[in-house]
């Protein structure tokens, strides 16, 4: 039973547009969503995260946006740029789980090009 | 050298064999983790440790023994490796103090099991 899914294993975007990554989630006992950004060979790398009391996060190029009712997230990268491409991960962690103890998602690439 | 590092990169074992996985941090976080990265399968957590002493079972802990006699080591052990426990795997943590949800990951182990 997967509670945190990314429907989209793959996305292709050209430089400066946008690029919109989604996350669905099943559970509604979940407090904290991340996103991660993994490039071949390394570890993934987290980018930005945001309380299930709000509906928007923004950090430079990257907001994150919550509808709690449609228990969706999305990640939008606005230019997108040749650098951005890599798999990203959506995460959730449970209310009152273990402290960090994350479940992510599948994990959607994407492909900026030039 | 600062940050969360794993070790071996790269190992090849034999069915059969007992083979040990190395995390090391070094920035004194309570929480670390173990993941295995499959195609398909996004991340999945094996166990988890809350302190020195303090593990317990993720979401697919079968075939695996963890250990955390020191806060900054977090070893992961196979003990009798079976080709399905071919894999990326990769160590994280996370600090308790100021509610951070966000884990921070090594680089990855990529183990195959001939």
């Known amino acids: 039973d997967q509670q945190v899914k990314q429907n989209s294993p793959s996305l292709s975007v050209q430089e400066g547009r946008i690029s919109i990554l989604n996350c669905d989630y099943t559970n509604s006992m979940f407090d904290y969503f991340l996103w991660y950004k993994k490039y071949p060979a390394e570890g993934p790398t987290f980018l930005i995260s945001i309380s299930s009391i709000k509906d928007k996060n923004e950090d430079g190029r990257f907001t994150v946006f919550l509808n709690k009712s449609a228990k969706h997230l999305s990640l939008h990268i606005v230019p997108s740029q040749p650098g951005d491409s890599a798999v990203y991960f959506c995460a959730a962690k449970r209310y009152g789980g273990s402290q960090g103890n994350l479940i992510f998602g599948k994990g959607t690439k994407l492909s900026v090009k030039p | 050298d600062a940050g969360i590092t794993q070790s071996p990169r790269y190992k090849i074992t034999e069915t059969g064999r007992q083979v040990t996985l190395m995390c090391h941090q070094t920035w004194s976080h309570s929480y670390m983790f173990w993941y295995r990265q499959d195609l398909g399968h996004g991340l999945r957590l094996i166990y988890y440790?809350?302190?020195?002493?303090?593990?317990d079972k993720g979401e697919v802990p079968d075939g695996y023994v963890v250990s955390r006699s020191k806060t900054e080591n977090f070893p992961l052990t196979l003990e009798s490796a079976t080709r399905s426990q071919t894999s990326v795997y990769f160590c994280?943590?996370?600090?308790?103090?100021?509610?951070?949800?966000?884990?921070?990951f090594g680089p990855g182990t990529r183990l195959t099991v001939t």
């Open positions: 994280a943590s996370t600090p308790t103090s100021g509610g951070a949800v966000e884990q921070y």
């Open positions: 440790s809350a302190a020195a002493d303090i593990t």
